[in-house]
């Protein structure tokens, strides 16, 4: 990290200024259904190939542009991917092809092929697409052994162009793809469901409606899922979990249930693929007809189609897919003839490659396992991120009766009898971030759940020393999912000066665990409560704080809730920004986000809008440095490139101001083009949740929960909770491939706590991508992609630490 004098490990570090593309073509094509975020992934391959010195070709049509040559084969210019970042689907085409299919078809191809000397291939598909992708490479030196027969190319074309790389890169809607947690396009198809829900619950709720809705997935039930978790649906049906025999009578009980529990609407979400045991299909026009009959509800259809697909991608399918076209071109670089063709792909927040046919045969096995009915089977295969949104759906969805909530009973053969339920408070503290109230939503009913008594505390810790805390019930979260902002009310207070009366409180109030879902000041308050154990014993008490933050600046955590709903704000507003300028002169525009010192939303924000420069506290910049951009976008702009976009964090320079930036480059740029400002502000605060934020929220909550459950457990004693030690005051963060419980003590060595960022951050290895894209010249540390990894089949119970997203 900038500033800090780490020594430098360049014997570990592998760096890819030694891998040169001089010499090597790649070519680029996207094939089968669209998704959107696949020109991101155009784009950064593209450049990124261009960059190490290759010649890149784009196939325009898929599969079809391939057999057909001519035109459909173009060499790629740097600037023929400019401005296609924000623009949803795929600009050079894509075709369902016939031809690909037959060997004559792929004898052409090859023939194309080898007339340009490509022997690199970057395909950006779903598996039909991958696995065609595979056969063409197996296929390779035969197809060419044919072409030297039939004397459509000389010996030497036929050793220059002897072997055929592949890389994959996984664009599909569905999320339908084993060994990748999320696919390009799922997220933008996501929001465009959530956004539909969300309309259509306040026009449900007027009229107290229920609504069917159906979603695409006709094998994979992905979408219907996570949107289900992310709106609070009453129903879902997804091909891989069908319903057991009697499901019509359990679901209209449940609707019925909700509606006398004063909720005035239903939504219940259908996934196109969804099927009975019987694999008979579940239509959305049989549930309502159902609804109808049985309940006499006022029941509406609506099938969202394609739709999904369309619009803009949001902010984290154009990083994913920066991210995987960058990794995509370093893996063609890398690969040799003995390395199998590879996708790469995203496990947590971590870019990882896999052979391309262990990951197409998981894939098909899943259909198959559906197929003989072996359902548990189909979702263990789908992967990790599937099985913890289907479990934690299970949790949240079904409200259980008094009759069946754990009162606290033990299982047999445990030493000790727990005679009473525990009370535990859930609180938010800091500033407002989107997703805190999914998080709460979640947590309370987990905890009801599992027996306990919740409570909820008003105003952070200023209304925790105040008293105003009271229980809160079930039925108290219903709708809480979309709502932005906190609806606890939540207070930058720290506890330090109020520990008497808080401590008070939990006394009063009996509150035997705290959980905590807040930004930096809610860790600084977890560390001081925790100090405070040895003078105040209600303190010790199983505590755990989930980060909810727009910086994202909390240690210990890669990601913290409603830092993507800020990220697509910010992506949005840029967007928007940049198109004010189309049509009139060459313009730059410098735009200041928030987040306090941490470059996180800058930089982030930054690489989803295809910003030029971004100005950051953790990367110290001076006078010289903004003179170089300055003339570096001149450059720029003196080609047919007509918009410049710089991010400025607003804490990095106390001195190169926005105003002192923005007057720079006016002065420097005079008659090349001119300057714009915009002071993005709290509209990066505000906003419903992204789909994103609504289900990491519900997710993380619902562990947190979970900890909190076991860790009472084990810490009740003489009838009382006692927990004083370390790992019992958590901080529950997402690290790389998992998520994981910390104490908060380890995590202060970690800390600046001067400028509230983590000593070290991940998303500083983002950087130079995005440099990359912006044609600097840079030096990119690349040890930490590179190896070929293998699809995990059969994976040992996971411990209670360890989870996807």
């Not at 809610?522 to 001081?528: N, P, Q």
């Not at 101001?657 to 509209?683: A, P, W």
């Amino acid at each position: 990290m900038a500033g800090a004098s780490a020594p430098k490990r360049q014997d570990t570090r592998k760096f890819f200024e030694n891998l040169s593309g001089a010499g090597k073509s790649i070519a680029v094509l996207t094939s089968g259904g669209d998704a959107q975020g696949m020109n991101a992934a155009v784009r950064a391959a593209v450049r990124m190939g261009i960059y190490v010195g290759a010649k890149v070709y784009f196939i325009h049509e898929g599969y079809q542009g391939m057999v057909d040559g001519g035109d459909n084969i173009k060499e790629a210019k740097w600037e023929s991917v400019s401005s296609m970042l924000q623009v949803g689907g795929t600009v050079i085409g894509s075709a369902r092809c016939k031809d690909f299919r037959t060997h004559e078809g792929r004898l052409k191809a090859a023939h194309n092929l080898v007339q340009r000397d490509i022997t690199n291939l970057c395909v950006i598909g779903g598996d039909g697409s991958l696995t065609g992708a595979n056969l063409f490479r197996e296929e390779w030196s035969s197809l060419l052994e044919e072409l030297l027969q039939q004397g459509l190319i000389d010996e030497e074309a036929t050793q220059r162009n002897s072997e055929l790389h592949i890389v994959g890169m996984v664009g599909s809607i569905d999320n339908d793809f084993c060994g990748t947690d999320m696919t390009i396009g799922t997220d933008s198809a996501l929001h465009r469901i959530i956004e539909v829900v969300d309309a259509i619950m306040t026009t449900a709720q007027s009229h107290q409606r229920t609504f069917v809705l159906e979603v695409m997935g006709r094998h994979c039930g992905y979408l219907a899922l996570v949107s289900a978790l992310a709106c609070g649906a009453d129903w879902v049906f997804i091909p891989e979990m069908p319903p057991e025999d009697g499901w019509e009578d359990n679901m209209c009980q449940k609707l019925s249930e909700n509606r006398a529990d004063k909720k005035r609407l239903n939504i219940i979400i259908v996934a196109e693929g969804a099927i009975d045991r019987h694999n008979k299909s579940i239509t959305p026009d049989y549930i309502k007809d159902l609804v109808v009959r049985r309940l006499g509800f006022d029941t509406r259809v609506t099938i969202l189609g394609h739709v999904q697909r369309g619009g803009t991608p949001s902010a984290f399918d154009r990083i994913l897919a920066s991210r995987m076209g960058v990794e995509a071109v370093l893996a063609l670089l890398e690969a040799s003839a003995n390395t199998p063709a590879c996708v790469v792909s995203l496990v947590g927040n971590q870019a990882v490659r896999l052979p391309l046919m262990e990951c197409v045969q998981m894939t098909q096995e899943v259909q198959k396992a559906m197929d003989e009915k072996k359902f548990d089977e189909a979702v263990r295969l789908r992967g990790r991120s599937f099985e913890n949104n289907l479990s934690t759906y299970r949790l949240l969805s079904f409200r259980k009766a008094d009759s069946e909530l754990p009162n606290g009973e033990e299982e047999a053969g445990d030493e000790e009898q727990i005679d009473s339920s525990f009370n535990v408070a859930v609180m938010n503290v800091g500033a407002p971030a989107a997703g805190m109230n999914a998080a709460v939503r979640s947590a309370v009913r987990v905890g009801i759940t599992e027996g306990h008594k919740m409570f909820a505390v008003n105003d952070g810790f200023e209304g925790f020393y105040k008293g105003q805390i009271k229980e809160i019930k079930w039925g108290d979260v219903g709708g809480w999912t979309g709502q932005g902002g906190s609806l606890l009310g939540t207070k930058r207070t720290l506890p330090g000066k109020h520990l008497d009366k808080i401590a008070e409180q939990m006394r009063i109030h009996n509150i035997n665990a705290l959980l905590v879902v807040g930004g930096f000041e809610a860790y600084v308050g977890l560390l001081e409560l925790a100090a405070a154990r040895d003078k105040y014993e209600e303190f010790c008490v199983p505590m755990v704080m989930v980060p909810a933050t727009v910086s994202n600046n909390i240690p210990g955590s890669d990601l913290s809730i409603g830092s993507d709903t800020a990220l697509n704000a910010i992506t949005d507003t840029c967007d928007r920004i940049k198109q004010s300028a189309s049509g009139t002169k060459r313009r730059v525009f410098i735009i200041e986000t928030m987040g306090g010192y941490c470059g996180y939303l800058a930089t982030v924000g930054g690489l989803a809008a295809g910003a030029d420069t971004v100005y950051i506290y953790e990367e110290p910049f001076d006078i010289r440095d903004l003179q170089a951009n300055v003339e570096h976008l001149t450059e720029k702009m003196k080609t047919s490139i007509q918009r410049g976009l710089v991010l400025r964090n607003e804490n990095c320079n106390e001195n190169f101001t926005t105003d002192f930036i923005y007057q720079l480059y006016s002065e420097e740029g005079r008659g090349v083009f001119d300057c714009r400002k915009n002071i993005l502000g709290h509209m990066q605060q505000g906003g419903a949740p992204s789909p994103f934020d609504r289900n990491f929220g519900t997710k993380i909550a619902a562990k947190a929960m979970q900890w909190i459950t076991r860790t009472l457990k084990e810490s009740y004693k003489g009838g009382r909770v006692f927990a004083n030690s370390e790992d019992t005051a958590c901080l529950l963060g997402m690290r790389r491939r998992s998520l994981v419980f910390q104490p908060v003590a380890q995590l202060r060595d970690e800390t600046d706590f001067v400028h509230r960022i983590p000593k070290e951050q991940w998303w500083l290895k983002l950087r130079p991508l995005m440099k990359i894209l912006a044609k600097y010249k840079t030096s990119y540390d690349v040890s930490d992609s590179g190896q070929l990894e293998h699809v995990t089949r059969v994976r040992p119970k996971d411990n209670n630490t360890s989870t996807a997203i």
